[in-house]
């Protein structure tokens, strides 16, 4: 029985009982992110084209980045309603519905018809289907987190909960990777007329393989002592908002700088090799798909160092390294040269996952139980819609206004210094029981 079991009352779980709860969350969330990051690598190579084709390549690129926004604004409505209903029937249920409405909202964008077939439609239909999008993802972290979080115990949490944390970075090595096959066995005009469709459409493979393993697991311990003790909230959110305002600020804070910093990495610099630098697409997406390899090794790392030296440290780490990275970052870039473009992307999602390993576990402390769920997709979506939402779109705008991408680097730095400053302010709560972190949260 591990140490959260003992404190709240639940019942043991079987045999390798945990590890199969990390492995539906982070299945179920590398598929989520599989389908989110493939509508990033696809905005930046070919909704600009297909779906915004009169723009020139930079303004088409910006629009199609605002459809990729909205997808963000959608997030706090997606963690609000699946916080609301997590904290009260359960974090299982709410997952697997995430899973379905990421899953078709995906397999629908593959078969969406351009802008040269049905004019304005087109880019309204890729609206209403990445706002699905946004909703779904909104929902499944929270989720899929705390399932892992509320099963493991509290001196390895934050290894624990790193595991769906690398199934983002599993997610972006799978779209990477299928645009990297799709590239290099299809000319460029085969791509954009129909070899782009094919990794959205194989969503519903991955989909189905999901919901197949995330329906074995059972319902988290610690919810479940909640609702037998009926704890359970009416409006968990408002409790969250009431009870905890400095958790939601700090939790806000500290996802400022992993955010940003990842899709200015991710999404941006795509833009930017491609259409400035003068970078092939596959020497682009070959540099992302390594530095998404490394990443997903080096979130594990983190989060386990962060359950011996603390979350607070680690967390520090992360960002200074990447403020003081991004200048080193775009001078990389803008050299063109293969291993310099590599190198820039590695370590900047080495950094990022500094950030990303112990953000689980860290974000989970700030609230108790019965508001946990809620608590942390407001945090975590909140922040989305200011940082992972509008980065492409400010750094695209910087590059266009100051034809340099000195203001980028700063842009991203100043977010790095919100999110060190949010380490400071932050208590440090490693090793602790949730049993322990409710009573003193009340």
């Not at 993802?137 to 987190?145: K, T, Y």
């Not at 090595?173 to 954009?192: I, K, R």
């Not at 409006?235 to 700090?250: D, Q, T, W, Y």
Request: charged residues 10%; glycine residues 12%.
């Amino acid at each position: 029985m591990t140490e959260t079991e003992e404190a709240q009352g639940a019942a043991p779980m079987r045999a390798g009982g945990l590890w199969r709860v990390i492995a539906a969350s982070m299945i179920g969330t590398t598929i989520e992110w599989y389908d989110f990051f493939l509508y990033g690598s696809a905005a930046a190579l070919v909704f600009n084209k297909l779906f915004f084709p009169k723009a020139d390549p930079l303004v088409g690129a910006m629009l199609a980045f605002a459809t990729y926004a909205l997808g963000f604004a959608a997030r706090p409505v997606g963690g609000m309603v699946f916080g609301h209903f997590g904290d009260r029937i359960g974090r299982k249920r709410l997952l697997m519905a995430s899973l379905m409405i990421m899953g078709g909202s995906t397999v629908l964008i593959g078969l969406l018809p351009t802008y040269g077939q049905v004019g304005l439609l087109a880019p309204l239909l890729l609206i209403v289907l990445r706002l699905a999008q946004g909703f779904a993802v909104g929902g499944e972290w929270g989720g899929a987190v705390l399932l892992v979080a509320e099963h493991g115990d509290a001196k390895r949490r934050g290894f624990w909960t790193s595991w769906p944390q690398s199934g983002v970075a599993a997610g972006s090595v799978l779209a990477s990777g299928a645009l990297v096959l799709m590239t290099a066995f299809q000319p460029p005009a085969e791509f954009l007329a129909w070899g782009w469709r094919i990794p959205f459409l194989l969503s519903a493979v991955l989909i189905g393989f999901g919901w197949w393993v995330r329906s074995s697991i059972e319902e988290s311990p610690v919810f479940k002592q909640v609702q037998v003790s009926a704890l359970v909230h009416r409006a968990p959110i408002l409790e969250a908002l009431r009870s905890r305002p400095r958790g939601v600020a700090i939790g806000i804070a500290l996802r400022i700088a992993e955010n940003l910093s990842y899709y200015v990495i991710t999404a941006f610099s795509i833009t930017y090799a491609t259409e400035v630098v003068g970078i092939s697409r596959a020497v682009a997406l070959n540099a992302l798909l390594i530095g998404a390899s490394v990443q997903f090794c080096c979130i594990p790392l983190f989060g386990a160092l962060s359950d011996r030296i603390g979350r607070r440290p680690v967390y520090a780490l992360g960002a200074l390294g990447m403020g003081i990275w991004a200048f080193a970052f775009f001078r990389m870039l803008a050299t063109g040269a293969t291993p310099m473009v590599i190198g820039a992307i590695v370590v900047g999602l080495i950094f990022h996952a500094a950030m990303y390993g112990p953000q689980a576990a860290f974000l989970a402390e700030l609230f108790p139980t019965r508001i946990r769920y809620s608590g942390i997709s407001v945090a975590a979506q909140l922040s989305s819609v200011f940082a992972g939402a509008l980065a492409p779109i400010i750094a695209i705008a910087l590059l266009r206004q100051t034809g340099s991408a000195t203001p980028v680097a700063i842009y991203v730095a100043a977010g790095c210094a919100i999110s060190l400053t949010a380490t400071l302010f932050a208590r440090e709560t490693r090793g602790e029981t949730f049993a322990d972190l409710d009573t003193r949260h009340g």
